[in-house]
């Protein structure tokens, strides 16, 4: 197994490219060890999850200890991805951090009331993009004691 595997799989669930691999550039400059995988709308996230279509592989796609879930994407958006999730027994329990540009009480309210563990902005610049990734890998791969997922 992958070294980046044992401290778990962040899974990023974000339409735009950019965005990822700056958030993964920075979770590797907070220095915390993992492996980091994007998926770019809810329809690719329910995909990986379920183990459809390209991602059968368990040894490349690992079930995510955290999901990083943008809440305005294409095709299924993250307000439909925590309704599904937390309806789903086998993936309720997969802490989901809502990372997003928006600052809204309305969509912040909402996606707790959804299930959502945790809801963030996406910070301005690269250095509090780090100390922000930091912060998360901290909390959610060194501090939190989870749940063993179902295979």
Do not use: C
């Amino acid at each position: 197994m992958n070294d980046l595997h044992k401290n778990g799989t962040i899974l990023m669930v974000d339409d735009d490219p950019d965005d990822f691999f700056l958030a993964r550039d920075a979770f590797r400059e907070s220095g915390l060890p993992s492996d980091f995988q994007l998926v770019s709308d809810g329809e690719e996230l329910m995909d990986y999850l379920h183990r459809r279509g390209k991602f059968t592989d368990l040894e490349d796609y690992p079930m995510p200890r955290l999901i990083l879930l943008d809440l305005n994407m294409p095709r299924k958006d993250g307000r439909e991805v925590l309704v599904e999730m937390k309806q789903d027994p086998n993936l309720r329990r997969i802490p989901i951090v809502v990372y997003t540009t928006s600052g809204e009480e309305a969509d912040i309210s909402y996606s707790y009331e959804l299930g959502a563990s945790s809801y963030v902005t996406k910070p301005a610049t690269f250095d509090g993009l780090v100390e922000l990734m930091r912060n998360l890998g901290e909390y959610w791969l060194r501090v939190v004691r989870l749940p063993a997922q179902p295979a």
